[in-house]
C-alpha cells in the first residue's frame, strides 16, 4: 500500500505490546520499519525500465527477509538515537521487527502481488481485498496510533489494528460477492470464463473492477456488492499474440524478451493497447472500472536494434477528470 499506510501499520504492531514510556519509542520504530521494505524501489536499471518490476514487493516483502531487513533498521536507527534511547537494542530490533512484518502482509492484500515466499517460491501472492491507497482504512489507524503514542497507551494500538483487521474482513466479503457478480455477468453474456480476477477500485471497497477471460478476449466492467448492488457493463480487448499485434517484432529480440517479463508481472493479463500505438497494457488496472485504459504499460519500437529494451511507462494524465467519473459511479443509484 502506500507508504503512509504502511508505516502507520507498522506503528501500531509493536505499539500495542507497550506501555508509557516505551510506547512512543515502539511505535517511531515500527512506523520507520513499516516503511522500510519499499526501499527495493531503488533498484533500477536506466537501460532497463522493467528491472524494478522484478524486485518490487520480492526479497525485501518475503517473510524470510523479516529478521535481517529489521535488524539492518535496528541498527540504524540505533546508531542515530542510542543517546536518545533508554532502551537496548534487543528492544529496538524486535519493535523493528514487529513492524517490519506488517509490511509484507498488507502489500499482499492488495492486488498488486507480493512473494511473500521468496525465495522457495516466487508466485505474487494477491488476496485483491483493498485497494493501494484507502483512506477509510488509513485514517482512522493513524489517528488510533497517534493517540497511542501521546497518551503512552498501547490500547490504542490494539484498536488500529482491531480496525485493520475489520476492513479487510469487510474487504474480503465484498470480494467474494464481486467475484459472484461477475461470474453471473459471464454466464448471461453465454461466456465461460477461463479465469476472473476482481479488484476494489481506487480508494474504496464499494465499486470493483472485474475482468475475465473467454474466447481469446478480456471483458472488464465494474460491480457493485453490497447492499447497492449494480452491474456496470464495460467493453472488451482481444487478448495479446505477439506474432498478430507486432509482427515486425522479432522472436529472439530483448523486447520480445520484455513482452514476456512483463506477461508474468501482469499474469498474462495483457493485451494490445486500444489507441493503436505500439504499447502492450496491464488489463487488470485502469482508473474507470469499466475502460481499457491501462495505468502502466510497455512500449515498443518498431525501429529499434534487437539489444534494445522496452520502455515502461505510466498514464495518469486524467486522473483529476477520471476521479470524479469514478465518485459518480461509486455513488450513482442503482
Not at 507498522?10 to 507497550?18: D, I
Not at 512484518?101 to 516466487?122: I, R
Not at 513482452?259 to 494490445?272: C, P, T
Not at 498514464?315 to 461509486?330: E, F, G, H, N, S
Request: net charge positive; glycine share 8%.
Amino acid at each position: 500500500m502506500d507508504p503512509l499506510t504502511q508505516g502507520a501499520l507498522g506503528a501500531a504492531l509493536p505499539l500495542a505490546t507497550r506501555h508509557r514510556k516505551q510506547a512512543g519509542v515502539a511505535a517511531a520504530c515500527g512506523f520507520l520499519a513499516g516503511l522500510a521494505p519499499d526501499l527495493d524501489v531503488l533498484i533500477r536499471d536506466p537501460d532497463d525500465s522493467l528491472l524494478f518490476l522484478e524486485y518490487h514487493r520480492q526479497f525485501t516483502h518475503a517473510l524470510i527477509f523479516i529478521p535481517v531487513g529489521s535488524a539492518l533498521v535496528a541498527a540504524a536507527v540505533y546508531g542515530l538515537g542510542q543517546r536518545w534511547l533508554s532502551i537496548g537494542f534487543l528492544n529496538v530490533w524486535l519493535f523493528c521487527a514487529l513492524g517490519f512484518a506488517t509490511h509484507g502482509a498488507l502489500d499482499a492484500a492488495t492486488s498488486y502481488g507480493t512473494q511473500l515466499f521468496w525465495p522457495f517460491d516466487e508466485t505474487r501472492v494477491v488476496f485483491s481485498i483493498i485497494s493501494i491507497v484507502d483512506p477509510l482504512f488509513t485514517l482512522p489507524v493513524m489517528g488510533l496510533v497517534g493517540l497511542g503514542m501521546v497518551r503512552g497507551n498501547g490500547r490504542w494500538g490494539c484498536a488500529a489494528l482491531l480496525w485493520a483487521m475489520v476492513y479487510l474482513g469487510l474487504g474480503a466479503i465484498q470480494h467474494q460477492s464481486a467475484l459472484s457478480q461477475v461470474r453471473m455477468l459471464a454466464e448471461s453474456r453465454g461466456h465461460a470464463p477461463v479465469r476472473i480476477v476482481v479488484k476494489p477500485t481506487f480508494g474504496n471497497i464499494i465499486l470493483w473492477r472485474g475482468v475475465y477471460e473467454a474466447d481469446g478476449r478480456f471483458h472488464v466492467d465494474a460491480v457493485r456488492p453490497g447492499p447497492w448492488l449494480a452491474t456496470i457493463a464495460g467493453t472488451s480487448v482481444a487478448r495479446l499474440d505477439t506474432a498478430r499485434d507486432f509482427p515486425w517484432l522479432a522472436p529472439a529480440s530483448r523486447q520480445a524478451h520484455d513482452i514476456e517479463r512483463f506477461r508474468r508481472f501482469s499474469q498474462n493479463y495483457i493485451a494490445k493497447a486500444t489507441d493503436g500505438s505500439a504499447r502492450v497494457i496491464d488489463v487488470r488496472y485502469g482508473f474507470i472500472p469499466t475502460e481499457i485504459s491501462a495505468l502502466w504499460s510497455i512500449r515498443l519500437d518498431p525501429d529499434a536494434g534487437p539489444d534494445a529494451h522496452t520502455v515502461y511507462e505510466t498514464d495518469r494524465a486524467k486522473a483529476r477528470q477520471q476521479l470524479q467519473i469514478l465518485l459518480r459511479m461509486i455513488f450513482a443509484r442503482p
